[in-house]
């Protein structure tokens, strides 16, 4: 009997361990979530596994956004391909119809243009390639790490879990008192907590440190790889078109230049046909306001001459009266 009491002793104390485990944890997770001040030496102690973090995350966003850029990049060299393509086509058809020096050049663009547009193109497999190696990098190697980030996260809440629970013991213990025996044999068993919890999340803190530093090495490797097949291959392409364009602009290096308008506004033709008709009508006002002038300046004279006479008639009534007397 005295046994069995024993182990259902033993049995309770273990239970009531597990679920004040789980309340301390639960309530670091509950301090992490909220964002509380943590202890700052518990903190401080975690700065360069936290750094690792930061660097970890890091990695893992600007690989998304590398695959993003490339997709883009890939879809636009495709359509800028196809514009020039089109363009030389087009001069290819102008040149045809015109057998000027204007049809001579247009012809050698045109060609100088859809090599372009075809070398252009070569660029495409080397930029899939680094798109797969960064693809397989992210779906491996960052998932790995990942796994492994979240282990130690566990391992950490649950430690930072124990020293809560620690501190808590601590804080009621009273060495002066012989009652507080119980309180003194629970600290022993919460610090041997305390020490399996934080052995466990300094291996998985190690593990991470170092699969940290290896993600930074091997992305390193693969972007040097990859960038410098890329830059080959556009150093190649810029060459063959600058020399094909540089050919063309010595070529026709004596022709003359033609003179080109450049029409700032656009206007539409009923517009211009209101507006002529409205200077014409505007022009035969002022023809007829300066014939209504004219007219005026002539009927001035005839004015006058009628005046002349009256005075010339009322003269001459008043000599013969003048005789008279």
């Keep these: 009997m005295l046994s069995g009491g024993r182990a259902l002793l033993g049995e309770d104390s273990s239970v009531m361990a597990r679920m004040q485990k789980k309340f301390w944890k639960t309530k670091q997770v509950l301090i992490k979530a909220t964002g509380k001040k943590e202890d700052e030496y518990v903190v401080a102690s975690d700065a360069d596994l936290d750094a690792k973090l930061e660097f970890f995350r890091s990695v893992q966003l600007t690989c998304t956004e590398l695959l993003k850029v490339i997709e883009k990049y890939q879809h636009r060299i495709t359509r800028l391909s196809q514009e020039e393509n089109e363009l030389g086509l087009f001069l290819r058809f102008q040149a045809e119809r015109d057998r000027t020096k204007a049809g001579n050049m247009m012809e050698a663009t045109s060609k100088a243009l859809c090599a372009s547009a075809k070398q252009r193109m070569a660029l495409c497999p080397p930029l899939q390639r680094m798109y797969q190696e960064v693809e397989t990098f992210r779906r491996r190697a960052i998932a790995d790490t990942l796994l492994t980030v979240s282990r130690m996260e566990k391992a950490r809440t649950e430690y930072r879990g124990a020293l809560l629970w620690m501190k808590d013991v601590s804080q009621e213990l009273d060495p ?128 006058s001459a009628s005046i002349s006479d009256l005075k010339l008639s009322s003269d001459g009534q008043s000599k013969p009266g003048e005789s008279g007397k």
Excluded at 264 to 284: A, F, G, T, V, Y
Aim: hydrophobic letters at 30%.
């Design 176 to 303: 002066d008192t012989y009652k507080q025996l119980e309180k003194f044999r629970k600290a022993g068993s919460v610090q041997s907590q305390v020490r399996g919890t934080k052995s466990q999340f300094e291996k998985l803190k190690n593990d991470v440190c170092q699969k940290v530093d290896m993600l930074g090495a091997s992305r390193c490797n693969m972007l040097s790889h990859s960038l410098c097949t890329y830059q080959t291959t556009l150093l190649q392409f810029w060459e063959k078109t600058a020399n094909a364009m540089s050919g063309i602009h010595e070529a026709f290096q004596g022709h003359i230049p033609y003179q080109f308008t450049t029409i700032k506004h656009l206007r539409d033709p009923l517009e211009e046909i209101s507006d002529s008709q409205k200077e014409e009508k505007d022009e035969k006002a002022q023809q007829s306001n300066t014939d209504s002038l004219v007219s005026l300046d002539d009927d001035k004279p005839a004015e």
